[in-house]
């Protein structure tokens, strides 16, 4: 393959982050948000959009998207992952090719990161969080990207532990079936919850317990030697409840 | 965004395709096998790499990965599916991110369309190919991307309906379980298999049998109107086996 044999002029390599966390207002139940930064210049001036930019020649695109998330909203997400690369012909002026990565960030990690940045100096602008079931208008295709986050942060949920991506390293039964039920928008029963987690063996008993106004509960953490794929615990309950 | 923004240039963009199928010699027990196109100039000339070719600036990106392939291979695949945008900085000569499909296509589809090609007098050359588990020296970094094809292909089968791309619209069970079998490159109990299928209600049984030198066995097709993903026979098996 030589430059002469095809076309590829003309044709920009963008990238963007859906940075997903798991928000608690309160005693109402928790939330999917996300950050987006306000576009201050056309095409699209005023709407939302994911925190992006161009890629860099010299950068890897994983990279990319984590400088353009740090440069953007200030975030530094402990995994990314990459989403699914968007090139429809008419998704933006001229031809873009946009790689999407997606992050989960931990509530007090998003608190705690955007108040060093802020100790630092530095200024964060443009940006909101916003719930992921109440979006505003979002510039591009950026609402249909997001959408397919959501979509893939569900279908997920059924085969790997990605809920433990919202919770703390040790976390109770309750905390991770309420980080499920966030994702997947339903309840799911404690008791049936409990098994399917038990037959995964992907959480660690502490001797910790979490105690308070209900009975003390245990903490688990997760077994880091297990592999995340193919073992959900809520796989099979998938299959069951369908 | 505007173009000063960012650099995108010297960036190019590519597609490929990872085209598997599953292939049957005499007796012996079935393969993943896939085609590669022999390169004829440098860089890499000789070495084998996946079908594929640049993006043109007017064509969306599984368009791109469609024709691309049938220009090298003459294959049309009934199932395409993005694998993954490719972006390390020194994968290629220049920087190259290469956008790579993953289709399967049924050994009998493979012939009747090569088939085809040849009584319209296409000629396909340097095509060869491949046992997945056999494959030559590749180009770039190809032999990369065709492992990570092959554990997407084992992983989707543990959460997803995706053996039945290797099979006609009707198959006994036991087709059904020597396709999972060579996927994921171990023998799967029978009964178990059999347990998992009916579980999932995703086929549907026919009034025909295949009959030969064992006893009949009833052909089933599949559920089409049952979402793909999230349900597969495996799903609780791989859990329940680790």
Known sequence: MTR???SEDGIRLAVSTVILTMRRDGSAAPRIALPLVRRTRAPHAGDWALPGGWLDVREGLAAAAARTLAETTGLAPSYLEQLYAFGAVDRAPGRVISVVYWALLREDLVDQQLAERRSA???IENVEWFDASDLPT?????ARIVEYAAWRLRNKA?????????LPPEFT????????ETILGRKLDPANFRRQVDA?????????F???SHRPAR???????VELADRGPLASDETRTS
């Open 138 to 142: 979002l510039a591009f295709d950026h």
């Open 4 to 6: 002469s044999e095809g």
């Open 158 to 166: 059924g085969y790997s532990r990605v809920a433990q991506g919202f």
């Open 219 to 225: 903490l688990y953490r997760d077994a880091t030697d």
């Open 200 to 208: 995964t063996r992907t959480l660690i008993p502490t001797n910790a």
């Open 210 to 212: 979490r105690t308070g």
């Open 173 to 180: 039964l309750a905390d991770l079936r309420e980080a499920y």
């Open 121 to 123: 100096g530095v200024e």
